[in-house]
């Protein structure tokens, strides 16, 4: 059973447009949810995390939605870059366990 | 920086070889994992460990097994590979600090004949 579900296993964006990456979960006992950007050959990097108690956290050019209500998680990139290029993976924990729970990944394609 | 090390990127291996992924972390982790990342399925967790000698099966563990003999070492053994296990495989570690990031290798592709 999948806990953690990213639908669209590919996007593809203009560079300078927003890229949305959506994520669903379905343990509402998730305590925290990670996004990791992982290069071909390459292994997965952290990039934004953040906490269930919160609905929003920013860094940069990256935001990070939740709606617990909806078990909904996105990841919004504003303005994409080609570099942005990646697989993106959501995953999910609980505090009283180190492991996480991945998605399957979704593709993103940042085209000039 | 955090530096995880998978000693190899890219191995061959024949049906029924016993093969051994080693993993080595700098930061004093408590926290050593291995995934595997296959397309479609994501990334799945085959086992973990919090401390030395101590294991726990993740989501896959079949037909792999562990050890952990040093804090900052953590070997994944296919004790008889198969052609299933041809996959990417990932080693990370972390500090026991819940919400904590996990720090993942370059990863090692294994593919077996």
């Known amino acids: 059973d999948q806990q953690v579900k990213q639908n669209s296993p590919s996007l593809s964006v203009q560079e300078g447009r927003i890229s949305i990456l959506n994520c669903d979960y379905t343990n509402s006992m998730f305590d925290y949810f990670l996004w990791y950007k992982k290069y071909p050959a390459e292994g997965p990097t952290f990039l934004i995390s953040i906490s269930s108690i919160k609905d929003k956290n920013e860094d940069g050019r990256f935001t990070v939605f939740l709606n617990k209500s909806a078990k909904h998680l996105s990841l919004h990139i504003v303005p994409s870059q080609p570099g942005d290029s990646a697989v993106y993976f959501c995953a999910a924990g609980r505090d009283n366990t180190d492991k996480l729970i991945f998605g399957t990944g979704t593709r993103l394609q940042v085209f000039p | 920086d955090v530096k995880v090390t998978q000693s190899s990127r890219y191995l061959v291996k024949r049906t029924g070889e016993k093969v051994f992924l080693e993993c080595v972390q700098d930061m004093d982790h408590e926290n050593m994992f291995w995934y595997r990342q296959d397309p479609g399925l994501g990334l799945r967790l085959i086992y973990f460990s919090y401390d030395v000698k101590m294991k726990e099966k993740g989501d896959i563990p079949e037909g792999y097994s562990v050890s952990r003999e040093k804090k900052e070492r953590f070997s994944l053994i296919l004790e008889s590979a198969s052609t299933n296990q041809t996959s990417m495989y990932l080693c990370?570690?972390?500090?026991?600090?819940?919400?904590?990031?996990?720090?993942f290798g370059e990863g090692s592709w294994l593919t077996v004949v």
């Open positions: 990370a570690s972390s500090i026991r600090v819940s919400g904590n990031t996990i720090y």
